[in-house]
């Protein structure tokens, strides 16, 4: 049962537009939400997070965005750059004393941004 | 330097041999997590330890084993008895109570 999703495993998008990545999750109990950048045969880097609390965070070009209602969150890049073609994770974690930190992650979408 | 160190960064193994891969950080991070990775899947955790000494099974652990004897080290066996053992193998560590996690560069094992 896959809790966390990505639904579209590939976007292309032109330079300098905006890049929209979608993730839904079906387990209620999570109440901390995490974007991760990967790149071939690398480690993914930790990009921006979310608490359930917020509905929005924002760090430079990026931005999460939160739907509880609709357990739905998204990540807006804006202005999309080439740099930033790379495979995108989110992931989702319950309480950290109940759960030990244990992310889950979706599937993945490649990003490919285009010049 | 801080950071996470996994080696090596490809291995070969024959079937029927398990094979430790290596995981070291020097975060001072308290928790420590292996993945693997396989082609169009998200990331899937095998083992996790919150603190020296004490580790629990992920969603994938049949196959595998660890061990936590210090903070800064969490190695990871893959036994004879993982039926699908080649993938990408990534290690992470976060700090007690904090949900960010931060990886390695992986190790990619081939089981041939």
């Known amino acids: 049962d896959q809790q966390v999703k990505q639904n579209s495993p590939s976007l292309s998008v032109q330079e300098g537009r905006i890049s929209i990545l979608n993730c839904d999750y079906t387990?209620?109990?999570?109440?901390?939400f995490l974007w991760y950048k990967k790149y071939p045969a690398e480690g993914p880097t930790f990009l921006i997070s979310i608490s359930s609390i917020k509905d929005k965070n924002e760090d430079g070009r990026f931005t999460v965005f939160l739907n509880k209602s609709a357990k739905h969150l998204s990540l807006h890049i804006v202005p999309s750059q080439p740099g930033d073609s790379a495979v995108y994770f989110c992931a989702a974690s319950a309480r950290w004393d109940n759960q030990g930190g244990k992310l889950i992650f979706g599937q993945g979408t490649e990003l490919s941004v285009k010049p | 330097d801080g950071g996470i160190t996994q080696s090596p960064k490809y291995l070969f193994r024959k079937e029927g041999q398990n094979v430790t891969l290596s995981c070291e950080q020097n975060l001072n991070h308290d928790a420590m997590y292996w993945y693997r990775q396989d082609p169009g899947q998200g990331l899937r955790l095998i083992y996790y330890?919150?603190?020296?000494?004490?580790?629990q099974k992920g969603d994938i652990a049949e196959g595998y084993s660890v061990s936590r004897e210090k903070k800064e080290s969490f190695p990871l066996t893959v036994t004879s008895a993982q039926k699908n053992p080649t993938a990408f193998y990534l290690c992470a560590s976060g700090q007690g109570g904090s949900y960010e996690q931060y990886f390695g560069p992986g190790t990619r094992l081939t089981v041939t």
């Open positions: 387990n209620s109990m999570f109440d901390y």
């Open positions: 330890s919150q603190i020296v000494n004490d580790f």
